[in-house]
């Protein structure tokens, strides 16, 4: 926690810095991309260490990887169709390696990536450009049918078709904004409420009960968080699916 004297610093927790030293002056190995690799080995071992027993009687990590499978497959399968079957490598992966970066940075001295606008908007682009890829390797030229809305007068199209455009081009700031947005909040919420309580167990004995009932409220905060962190990576992997299922159906 970042309690400096008498200030609380809530900001230096997004404080990119280089691992292995500064490498010139573009190319640098940061906090950030040690935790990216932290959070893809994870996803990796869910699944390869999870499934590698393959028992008949299934043990707590097996069990998980399995669950984890089948809510991907589900949530493909039922938002896109038949056709999100295609795509579960790509929304699974998505899924946990935000889940996990969401999720470093409720523990101490751990680094929260998506709490960073230049990452969940790489993260979005892929979405959008993939997405837009499908509908155009589906649909041909027909994708383009999908900025016209049925049965509008050819009169108002001129007005319309711009505004559909906007509409679709709005994704990739809604998507990624939204991720960032949350994750700065919360994290900036955990580290003062964090720091208030170590400022007020140092100014005395007269302030132990008032640090005690902020501990406790921060204990509640982290759990909070750790429920955002989750929602937030499902709202991206179901907003992607979603967006597929707009790609492969055009509607």
């Keep these: 926690m970042a309690a400096r004297g008498s200030t609380i610093d809530a900001m230096s927790?997004?404080?990119?810095y280089p691992v292995f030293g500064h490498v010139g002056t573009a190319l640098n190995f940061s906090n950030s991309n040690v935790f990216m690799v932290l959070a893809a080995?994870?996803?990796l071992v869910l699944l390869w260490v999870g499934m590698r027993p393959r028992a008949m009687v299934p043990g707590?990590?097996?069990s998980a990887a399995e669950m984890a499978y089948e809510a991907t497959m589900s949530m493909c399968v039922d938002?896109?169709?038949?056709?999100g079957r295609a795509f579960f490598p790509f929304v699974?992966?998505?899924f946990f390696f935000i889940l996990f970066g969401n999720l470093f940075g409720v523990f101490p001295y751990d680094f929260t990536f998506?709490?960073?606008?230049?990452?969940?908007?790489?993260l979005t682009l892929v979405v959008f450009i993939?997405?837009?890829a499908v509908g155009l390797y589906y649909h041909k030229l027909h994708f383009f049918s999908y900025f016209v809305p049925e049965g509008v007068p050819g009169l108002l199209l001129p007005l319309l078709v711009p505004i559909e455009v906007l509409s679709y081009l709005s994704r990739i700031i809604s998507l990624s904004v939204r991720l960032f947005a949350n994750m700065m909040a919360g994290h900036v919420m955990l580290e003062v409420f964090g720091a208030f309580v170590v400022l007020l167990a140092g100014a005395g004995i007269i302030f132990w009960i008032p640090s005690a009932l902020s501990l406790a409220v921060l204990i509640a905060l982290i759990g909070f968080e750790i429920l955002v962190a989750t929602l937030q990576a499902y709202v991206f992997a179901i907003l992607t699916c979603i967006y597929l299922h707009d790609a492969v159906h055009l509607h």
């Design 13 to 16: 927790q997004f404080e990119l």
């Design 41 to 43: 080995l994870l996803t």
């Design 60 to 62: 707590r990590l097996q």
């Design 79 to 83: 938002t896109i169709g038949p056709e």
């Design 92 to 94: 699974f992966t998505l």
């Design 114 to 122: 998506t709490s960073h606008i230049v990452v969940t908007l790489a």
């Design 130 to 132: 993939l997405s837009t």
